[in-house]
């Protein structure tokens, strides 16, 4: 073997041994699931737990993107306000009431966010109460930022300046007689005015600009906002920024322009597109934008904006960058990006981000027929694309260098069937150590219920039906604990121990909440007879995982028992897989169980494991059928949680059938625990071979009774490798009861 075998080698064992990869059960080919699907509650790549409504990250391009955090609030589903890294996990998020926008790194570094009321509690949503809020880098509110002269929030744009100063868009409803301004007008119209405010670092009013000093409302144009209408946006302003000479710049949707504003005086400089545009457009084939968002300022006269092109024919969008000559009067488009997808047409909403590394970001808004982040180099080439798979949309996308450190942990609960789930993470804190779980029926609970050095744990022994609080401090490397996280209510009613988590394992129901695949070469005939349920197979294929049947949605808790337990046989002596597994990242074999063994006899299968990982609350229940031609039938599935004694109990009672259960852990180091049951006294030899079939040793050799039986199996001397170990079992008479082989993977 040369050194790049070697190498390769070594990279497929290290990887197989970070995924926890069972040797006695191969990965199913795949799992069907629905799209609008959430991720469950889990523990990502980076160590951060999150909840079960977590919005799912499809990151489908990622080639050398920027190195800057991801920031974002989703529009649709449950609301969260989050910073992701390049791979789609999350580094800071919180779960709130209300729908929150424009998450963002200001030019003075601190983060800011839109809200539409209160910090997290349900308060009457109205423009009255919505604000922004200011954060540092530790997540510590600092301010929330509102408008004053009677004026309410407007949710599309806020921008602090690097000297503290602040500009927002503000709002404010009128009533106006509108028969004498347009022909058709009438006399009773709402107007929702939005207006600037701009205030000192100190928060005193500095600036104030009105529509209605400087525009003429007959000028609007869009097909929404019909000036016959009762009720009409005026000018619809979603941007503001600050252009390199301290002058303001202003998006007005409904009008098409853009507008430069001195900062002092508030008079016009220039407006650039709609109806009193002043510049001449040169390079650009549609002249023009249309129903923009995101004026962005990069200086020395060059601007992006995201185009949407409502009001183009046919409607087109696309990102943008123009140069501006405001001696000749010309702007000229040398850039542009237009939007991926067979219509093209991203109507509202959308952002472009003139990246760092001098790349582009694009938030094209409409997650249900685009990305909701494209990165794109300057020659157009697709450095990053992101996707809500449930197709949410998002206002505003921005990428930045972020360094936040939570001084707290951040905490949310959530009641499932068999337990509570706490997730709980002190964002960007490298020091913690473990942390404390503090419970109790009253609020403010001070009672130690337990410790997790993970930041998600499952809660099961609660008095119930109660209503539970729970609290979470962290415990840092050199043993100080932190301020209390926030506090969470629960109402906790759980199923008792066991109750079967499988709906409908008898069947009696046909074929409700249950999944089957034939996938490969595989074909079968799944089909309910007599209320067993059968799986006539013409072609098995090659691999188990050709032919599956599976139910997600089974609650796991660490630390706890559990009894798996079904009825099966098959026409001919066969093996299947039925195990509970994490069917999403690395196939992890929660319950240990290796090959079952079927006769033409029914047998009752019943398999007894402890959760040895983090809490799994849709974990899948599994079994695969395929790399066989003899048909399966399977009846009386079900999985409960135990109290431990009966676990103990169940492990010495006598089986009733020979059953290889595997090895654990596979692969494995120094050494590993062979499982298998014996039905009655028998001789028992397990021998070890290599992928060539070369004898190593002989690992048992001896009479056993019967029952559940462990033996370990040392590797001093192995070296790295695959390996089968062969399991041979012959009752007093010399008649052979069981041959059967199981692989494992040593990794020195």
């Known amino acids: 073997m040369n050194a790049s075998h070697i190498l390769i080698t070594s990279l497929l064992l290290v990887r197989m041994m970070s995924h926890n990869i069972s040797f006695c059960q191969e990965k199913p080919a795949r799992f069907t699931h629905e799209a609008s699907e959430p991720v469950k509650t889990s523990i990502r790549a980076n160590g951060v737990s999150v909840p079960s409504d977590f919005p799912r990250i499809s990151i489908t391009i990622n080639n050398n993107p920027d190195s800057g955090y991801i920031f974002l609030n989703n529009r649709g589903g449950p609301p969260y306000s989050m910073i992701l890294d390049n791979n789609g996990d999350p580094v800071w998020y919180w779960k709130t009431w209300d729908r929150r926008r424009n998450i963002k790194v200001d030019d003075n570094g601190m983060l800011s966010m839109m809200i539409r009321g209160g910090y997290g509690k349900p308060e009457v949503q109205s423009h009255e109460n919505m604000g922004y809020l200011v954060f540092d880098h530790n997540y510590t509110i600092l301010d929330t930022l509102r408008p004053v002269n009677g004026f309410g929030t407007d949710e599309h744009d806020m921008q602090i300046f690097e ?415 039925a195990t509970i597994i994490e069917p999403n990242d690395d196939f992890t074999n929660y319950s240990e169980i290796g090959l079952t063994y079927l006769t033409p006899f029914t047998q009752h299968f019943s398999y007894a494991f402890t959760m040895q990982n983090p809490p799994d609350f849709d974990a899948t229940l599994v079994f695969q059928m395929g790399g066989s031609n003899s048909d399966v039938y399977l009846d009386n599935i079900s999985l409960t949680r135990a109290e431990f004694s009966e676990v103990r109990e169940a492990e010495i009672q006598n089986p009733k059938y020979f059953n290889l259960l595997g090895n654990y852990p596979n692969p494995f180091n120094a050494q590993t625990t062979i499982r298998f049951e014996t039905a009655e006294q028998s001789h028992v030899q397990i021998n070890l071979y290599d992928l060539r079939g070369r004898f190593q040793f002989t690992v048992h050799d001896a009479l056993i009774d019967p029952g559940l039986h462990r033996i370990q199996m040392n590797s001093a001397q192995l070296c790295s490798g695959l390996y089968v170990y062969r399991f041979l079992a012959w009752n007093l008479q010399g008649n052979l009861l069981m041959d059967q082989g199981c692989k494992t993977l040593l990794i020195k």
């Open 163 to 577: 000297d503290g100063s602040y500009y927002m868009l503000v709002t404010k409803d009128t009533t106006v007689d509108m028969s004498g301004i347009v022909e058709g007008g009438q006399t009773n119209v709402l107007i929702h005015e939005s207006a600037i405010q701009g205030f000192s670092p100190e928060g005193e009013l500095i600036f104030q600009w009105r529509p209605w000093d400087h525009f003429d409302i007959r000028d609007i144009d869009f097909y929404e906002d019909r000036l016959t209408s009762n009720s009409i946006r005026f000018p619809h302003m979603n941007a503001i920024d600050e252009d390199d000479d301290g002058h303001l710049l202003l998006s007005s949707r409904h009008l098409h322009e853009v507008t430069k504003i001195h900062r002092e005086t508030g008079e016009i400089i220039w407006r650039l597109g709609g109806a009193h545009n002043q510049f001449t457009f040169i390079n650009d084939p549609l002249n023009g934008f249309s129903a923009q968002h995101d004026i962005r300022s990069l200086g020395e006269g060059h601007y992006t904006l995201f185009d949407n092109g409502n009001m183009h024919n046919p409607p087109q969008t696309r990102a943008v960058e123009y140069v501006l000559d405001t001696l000749n009067m010309t702007a000229t488009l040398i850039w542009e990006y237009l939007s991926p997808g067979a219509n093209g047409f991203s109507y509202f909403m959308g952002n472009v981000q003139r990246l760092p590394n001098e790349n582009t970001l694009i938030n094209w808004a409409v997650g249900s027929q685009f990305p909701i982040l494209t990165e794109v180099t300057p020659e157009g080439e697709v450095a990053f694309e992101m996707w809500f798979e449930q197709g949410y949309n998002v206002y505003r996308v921005y990428r930045f260098p972020w360094n936040g450190v939570a001084l707290t942990p951040y905490l949310v609960a959530e009641p499932h069937e068999e337990a509570v789930a706490l997730i709980f993470n002190q964002f960007g804190d490298q020091d913690v150590d473990y942390y404390r779980i503090y419970g109790g029926t009253s609020p403010n609970p001070t009672t130690l219920l337990d410790t997790s050095k993970q930041t998600l744990k499952g809660l099961t022994d609660l008095e119930n039906p109660e209503t539970w609080y729970f609290l979470v401090t962290s415990v840092s490397l050199a043993g100080q604990e932190s301020e209390y996280s926030n506090e969470e209510e629960v109402y906790v009613s759980f199923n008792e121990p066991g109750q079967n988590m499988v709906l409908n394992g008898d069947f009696s129901n046909r074929k409700s909440n249950w999944r089957y695949d034939a996938n490969g070469s595989a074909s079968s005939n799944w089909q309910i007879e007599d209320g067993t349920c059968v799986f006539e197979i013409s072609n098995g294929g090659n691999e188990p995982s050709e032919i599956l049947l599976y139910q997600p949605g089974m609650e796991l808790i660490e630390d706890e028992a559990y009894f798996f337990e079904f009825d099966a046989w098959s026409p001919e002596s066969r093996t299947i897989e």
